[in-house]
T-cell receptor, first 114, second 113 residues
Framework: EAQVTQNPRYLITVTGKKLTVTCSQN?????MSWYRQDPGLGLRQIYY???????DKGDVPEGYKVSRKEKRNFPLILESPSPNQTSLYFC?????????????FGPGTRLTVT | AQSVTQLDSQVPVFEEAPVELRCNYS??????LFWYVQYPNQGLQLLLK??????LVKGINGFEAEFNKSQTSFHLRKPSVHISDTAEYFC???????????FGSGTKLNVKP
C-alpha cells in the first residue's frame, strides 16, 4: 500500500532533550516536506526536500533541522525542543515534474514539550 | 509573499443543504490552488486542485471550486452535504515550482442531522 509513515505518533518530552521524528514513504517520491499544524494557524511549512541531499527552508524553519540521505526518508530533528514547538507535525511527499502535484500526507505526530 | 485567508473558522450546516467555504489568496505571481480535507485524527487528503484551464474544478466526494482571478478567490462548494462531510477543510496555494505551499487557517464544517 502506498503510504507515508511517521514515528512516533505521539511524543511527550521535556525542554532541551533532543528528539527525531521519522518520516518514510514507499512511493519513490523525490519531494518531501514537513509541516506543523497549530489551531487557528493552519499548516505551516517547516522544511522541504526536492531530492536526496537537497533541502530548503519553508516558512518556519527556526529550531528545526532536517536531513535527506535516502530518497525514502526525511527525518525532522529538534536539537533543543522548547514548549513553543508543541504542535501536530505532518510529513508529506509528492512526485514533481509529472503534472501530479498531489501531496500525500502522513498520519501526523503529536508532540508535547513540557 | 503569498498568503491565504479562509474567512470562516466554523461553518454549521444541516444535512442535504448546500455549503460554500470561502478562500481568498494574495500573491504577486501566478498561483496554483488546492483544497484539502482533514477528517478527525487523520492526515490531509486532496479534494481538488486548480492548475490551469477551466476555472470550475470538480473534485472528489461531489465538491467543486471556482477560481476567480479578479477576486483572488477559490471558494469550495457542495450542493448537498452529508454527515460524513464533517471535517476541517484547508485551502492552499503554491507557486511556479510547487516547492513551497501556503495553507489557510482552516474551516471546520459541521454537518448536523
Amino acid at each position: 500500500e502506498a503510504q507515508v509513515t511517521q514515528n512516533p505518533r505521539y511524543l511527550i518530552t521535556v525542554t532541551g532533550k533532543k528528539l527525531t521524528v521519522t518520516c518514510s514513504q514507499n512511493m519513490n517520491h523525490e519531494y518531501m516536506s514537513w509541516y506543523r499544524q497549530d489551531p487557528g494557524l493552519g499548516l505551516r511549512q517547516i522544511y522541504y526536500s526536492m531530492n536526496v541531499e537537497v533541502t530548503d527552508k519553508g516558512d518556519v524553519p527556526e529550531g528545526y533541522k532536517v536531513s535527506r540521505k535516502e530518497k525514502r526518508n526525511f527525518p525532522l530533528i529538534l536539537e533543543s525542543p522548547s514548549p513553543n514547538q508543541t504542535s501536530l507535525y505532518f510529513c508529506a511527499s509528492r512526485r514533481p515534474g509529472t503534472g501530479d502535484y498531489e501531496q500525500y500526507f502522513g498520519p501526523g505526530t503529536r508532540l508535547t514539550v513540557t | 509573499a503569498q498568503s491565504v485567508t479562509q474567512l470562516d473558522s466554523q461553518v454549521p450546516v444541516f444535512e442535504e443543504a448546500p455549503v460554500e467555504l470561502r478562500c481568498n489568496y494574495s500573491s504577486s505571481v501566478s498561483v496554483y490552488l488546492f483544497w484539502y480535507v482533514q477528517y478527525p485524527n487523520q492526515g490531509l487528503q486532496l479534494l481538488l486542485k486548480y492548475l490551469s484551464g477551466s476555472t470550475l474544478v470538480k473534485g472528489i466526494n461531489g465538491f467543486e471550486a471556482e477560481f476567480n482571478k479578479s477576486q483572488t478567490s477559490f471558494h469550495l462548494r457542495k450542493p448537498s452535504v452529508h454527515i460524513s462531510d464533517t471535517a476541517e477543510y484547508f485551502c492552499a496555494v503554491s507557486v511556479w515550482n510547487f516547492n513551497k505551499f501556503y495553507f489557510g487557517s482552516g474551516t471546520k464544517l459541521n454537518v448536523k442531522p
